[in-house]
């Protein structure tokens, strides 16, 4: 943040709505946008209980990294890449799950993964009546994801582990909401109505059996849970 603003200290001023009349698009042709999210998050877990389940004993991790640049071709119109890497490990040493009559367990169970993708992007800016401080923008994301994993447990005998690797083919819509910090600096909100995917999986099982599968999927609603929240930095 303090390297972004001493780095806008010296750009060319912009007006973002301080002044009463401004003709100036939201973002002019020309810019550059550069931005992201990050996010991390970490848990521990020591003779928990959820639910019906007890005795939960683990830990693990999730990592996801997302930059992005864009360019605009036009005012409020822009095209760019967004890339992607996520990285997520479970540990389960124990768990004990019990309902009615029926009563399960887990132990030593492990498992690790992590995914690259790489989306086209198509962004248009919506202001709100005029104003150069917030607006609404849309993306439109089309690419795919490659995404290698493993996981391992015991079996009555020996361990037994599988190793597995997803391709995906993505097409999505992102809308949400934009708002300048300073002239240049903004912070971005948005969340996924609309995607279609189209994926498949190779699995090895011991390092003996293959196995495969593929699907294919659309949706059409507000996912709370792909809510996304960043900063861009506007630059000529």
Not at 37 to 56: C, P
């Amino acid at each position: 943040m303090l390297v972004l603003g001493a780095l806008s200290a010296e750009a060319q001023h912009y007006d973002r709505g301080y002044s009463s009349v401004s003709s100036s698009p939201f973002v002019e042709k020309g810019t550059w946008v550069l931005g992201g999210t990050a996010r991390y998050s970490q848990h521990i877990n020591k003779d928990f209980s959820l639910a019906v389940i007890d005795g939960i004993n683990s830990e693990g991790f999730n990592l996801s990294v997302n930059p992005k640049m864009i360019y605009m071709l036009k005012d409020n119109i822009g095209v760019g890449l967004r890339l992607s890497y996520d990285r997520g490990m479970l540990d389960l040493t124990s768990a004990d799950l019990s309902v009615s009559d029926i009563s399960m367990s887990a132990r030593d169970c492990y498992q690790i993964n992590h995914k690259f993708s790489a989306h086209a992007v198509y962004r248009a800016y919506i202001p709100f009546a005029g104003s150069k401080r917030i607006a609404m923008f849309a993306d439109l994301m089309l690419g795919g994801s490659f995404k290698q994993g493993k996981a391992f447990y015991p079996g009555k005998e020996y361990i037994i582990g599988t190793y597995e690797e997803k391709y995906a083919l993505e097409l999505a819509v992102d809308p949400g909401i934009i708002a300048f910090l300073t002239d240049r600096l903004a912070v971005e909100l948005n969340v996924g109505i609309f995607g279609v995917s189209y994926g498949w999986t190779d699995q090895v099982h011991n390092q003996v059996m293959n196995g495969s599968s593929d699907s294919t999927s659309a949706g059409f609603m507000v996912n709370l849970l792909s809510l996304g929240v960043g900063l861009s930095y506007y630059f000529l």
